[in-house]
């Protein structure tokens, strides 16, 4: 897929999860212990061949910057090509509007010098291995301009008022395009990846911006149903979409789960991230730990359960965590009882404090916060 350009965008339009993205885009939300969230798509992208990728931000990009660097961890750190990390465009609206149009028009040069004849429009919160290479043969041999992944759903199930749903012919021609709660029936919801002629999405850009039309690519998508040859493609296997704080927790949860940490972690096709050069985490005589992810440079001295620790944390003796996500470099004192829990960075909770929430419900505490 070296036709391909591929451009992530940092940010979610939709996306709520705004204790945990007040001091960093979606992308660089932390998962799994060691990994951020955008570590998923950009592997993907490099293990389907792609080595023209863009990144696109919106707000607080100093830590996905931080992150990424040259893209030497993905193999992108080239001499022609590679890794490119745009920081917000100068000229959107003041309204602050993030408009996918707005965001791509502050790339269009960028898309117009490379020489790749695609691009690959993607969300940076998505949780899935699987590479593009089937999803670029299917677009060439129907000869798309526009072929849009989704997922099936239950027939049934409730519809995120969020999110867009497709609705397709036989042929997996796209019809139409609607948010949740105007849908009854349809079972394909739009999974935040967009494969389109390099020249089609050129030409929509400066189409839209001429004309004062914003959207996101759902809506751009939409208003050129009848015009283009717009295709559907569908993903198949574990995939989550992180847009609330319900699904972050849920699929913090579930990579516990040894059947879809087989299907996310595996040799064929690795996920990357950046390297830290952390000691080994040090279990003292109090630990007992059961169905956990553990990283590096942790002291654990107490009870851990079901739950996801990510480096450089302290549990001390007496201590109870569980279903609980405990960012980097928090401190949990003695005698603890955490439960259903998110802590972000750096927190401190002191000695014999307690706090327990649901699984639907979980209790955030921000980054930095003393308990």
Not at 24 to 45: C, E, K, Q, T
Not at 67 to 79: D, F, P, T, V, Y
Not at 318 to 333: A, P, R, T, Y
């Amino acid at each position: 897929m070296t036709h391909v350009i591929g451009v992530i965008f940092a940010d979610s339009h939709y996306a709520d999860v705004n204790e945990l993205t007040k001091v960093r885009p979606l992308g660089a939300l932390p998962i799994d212990g060691r990994y951020r969230v955008i570590d998923f798509v950009l592997s993907n992208m490099v293990n389907s061949g792609m080595i023209n990728v863009a990144v696109v931000t919106q707000n607080n990009y100093h830590s996905l910057m931080g992150h990424l660097g040259s893209g030497k961890h993905w193999n992108l750190a080239r001499k022609r090509y590679g890794l490119t990390l745009f920081p917000p465009f100068s000229n959107l609206s003041s309204s602050g509007s993030d408009s996918r149009i707005d965001i791509l028009y502050g790339v269009l040069g960028f898309l117009k010098r490379s020489t790749q004849d695609y691009v690959l429009l993607a969300e940076s919160n998505i949780i899935i291995n699987k590479t593009f290479n089937d999803l670029f043969k299917y677009h060439v041999a129907e000869n798309a301009d526009i072929t849009v992944v989704y997922k099936n759903v239950d027939d049934g199930a409730s519809k995120d008022a969020i999110e867009s749903y497709i609705l397709t012919d036989d042929q997996e021609n796209i019809l139409a395009i609607e948010k949740g709660e105007n849908v009854s029936h349809a079972t394909k919801r739009y999974f935040g990846y967009v494969l389109i002629k390099k020249q089609v999405l050129i030409e929509l850009i400066e189409h839209s911006k001429v004309r004062g039309k914003k959207g996101y690519l759902a809506n751009i998508v939409a208003r050129n149903i009848g015009n283009l040859k717009i295709k559907a493609y569908n993903f198949d296997g574990y995939g989550r979409k992180i847009a609330t704080i319900s699904d972050y927790y849920n699929a913090s949860m579930e990579i516990l789960d040894k059947t879809v940490r087989d299907e996310l972690f595996n040799s064929e096709h690795p996920i990357y991230t950046k390297d830290k050069d952390t000691t080994p985490t040090r279990y003292f005589t109090n630990a007992n730990v059961k169905n956990c992810f553990v990283a590096d440079g942790c002291s654990i001295d107490g009870t851990i359960e079901n739950s996801l620790i990510f480096r450089n944390v302290k549990v001390k003796k007496g201590s109870v965590i569980k279903n609980s996500i405990i960012l980097q470099q928090g401190e949990i004192g003695e005698n603890v009882h955490l439960e259903n829990v998110i802590l972000d960075k750096k927190v401190i909770v002191r000695d014999n404090k307690t706090l327990v929430g649901t699984d639907s419900f979980p209790i955030i505490v921000e980054k930095g916060r003393i308990i």
